[in-house]
């Protein structure tokens, strides 16, 4: 129903074909880009685009009404040169996706009939999902900065959404957003009294940098929080293993459950694989969070140094709030120097 300025611009999902199963979509419009918060970070935006290759809905509302409209969703695809399709039955097309799991797909509009085994034929010889590099488009090229202070935390973009940033900076941080493949060295440069390693699209597996370097922050026990695509990079450098889930978890109502209390929290989600729960077994971690749906891995903490992370977003954007308190257990490890086991 609501939240697509948000997950539009989220980076976790480039390279795929969004579908919204809410019957009408953009009644209330897209806000203004260019409106910042205090410290230059977009308030209404998770990055500086539409991340998505295109979007499919039932009813595409073509006027909108909000005290924050800019534009209406039609006119903000058409800017960016997205493509969108209408009159489609989504909710039969989540069901087919709930059944067979996510696969590769064409948006096509034609005036005359559609030949739809060329457009299968056009499809297989098309780059894979699976097969694509997406850090080099996600990713930021050069440091970035954002907010003033002593006390700082690395943020590693492997496709941060800017909510991550606004909670950091709110937890009281100068926020530094770093490319990818940043060496830890050069991390370490900062200064940081914590780093986070953010969400992103893909396979952990295409982010070796990365992985080499969450081993070097885990080593050497410096305070970090793994986030989505960060969280699956942070176990395969504590020895957990990663897969690509069927469906995915994609929505802004997933619970999970904090194993240590066992509270159930509403979390909003984004993520394509894993952490295999067999595992933990023989990783350097403790399960943390499980999904009360299908008790798929949705947290770990390292068992004896300041390492955490989890798979769903505690920044929400769009979503609840439930999990922000995830913010304040990084705080936590920065400055009273426990364990994430004490």
């Known amino acids: 129903m609501v939240g697509y300025p948000e997950t539009l611009t989220d980076p976790s999902y480039s390279g795929q074909i969004l579908t919204l199963t809410y019957p009408l979509v953009g009644n209330y419009g897209v806000p203004d880009p260019s409106v910042k918060d205090d410290v230059g970070i977009p308030k209404f935006f998770e990055s500086d685009k539409i991340q998505v290759r295109g979007l499919v809905v039932h009813e595409l509302s073509l006027t909108a009404s909000h005290w924050n409209l800019s534009m209406t969703l039609d006119e903000w695809l058409y800017n960016e040169k997205v493509p969108g399709i209408s009159g489609i039955d989504t909710r039969a097309l989540t069901k087919k996706l709930r059944t067979n799991g996510v696969m590769m797909a064409a948006l096509v509009v034609s005036d005359s009939e559609i030949d739809v085994e060329e457009v299968k034929k056009q499809l297989a010889s098309s780059p894979h999902y699976n097969s694509e590099q997406f850090m080099d488009v996600v990713s930021t090229k050069e440091e970035q900065v954002y907010g003033e202070g002593e ?9 941060a959404k800017n909510a991550i940033l606004r909670n950091l900076y709110e937890i009281g941080y100068k926020v530094i957003k770093l490319p990818w493949d940043t060496p830890y060295d050069k991390i370490m440069s900062f200064n940081p009294k914590g780093v986070v390693i953010s969400n992103g699209p893909g396979d952990p597996q295409k982010c070796p940098d990365t992985i080499d370097t969450a081993k070097k922050l885990i080593a050497n026990n410096i305070p970090t929080l793994g986030i989505c695509l960060g969280a699956q990079i942070i176990g395969i450098a504590g020895n957990t293993e990663t897969y690509k889930l069927k469906y995915g978890h994609r929505g802004q109502n997933k619970p999970c459950v904090n194993q240590e209390n066992n509270q159930v929290y509403v979390t909003s989600q984004n993520h394509g694989y894993g952490i295999t729960p067999e595992s933990l077994e023989n990783s350097e971690f403790n399960l943390w969070f499980t999904n009360a749906d299908d008790k798929t891995v949705e947290g770990i903490k390292h068992k004896k140094q300041k390492c955490v992370a989890v798979q769903f977003h505690p920044e929400a954007a769009p979503g609840p709030y ?13 400055e009273e120097g426990t364990s994430a086991k004490e």
Not at 151 to 159: C, E, F, L, N, R
Not at 325 to 332: D, G, V
């Open 151 to 159: 006390k700082s935390v690395v943020v590693i973009d492997t496709g």
């Open 322 to 334: 439930d999990c922000k308190f995830i913010f304040e257990e990084l705080k936590h490890l920065m």
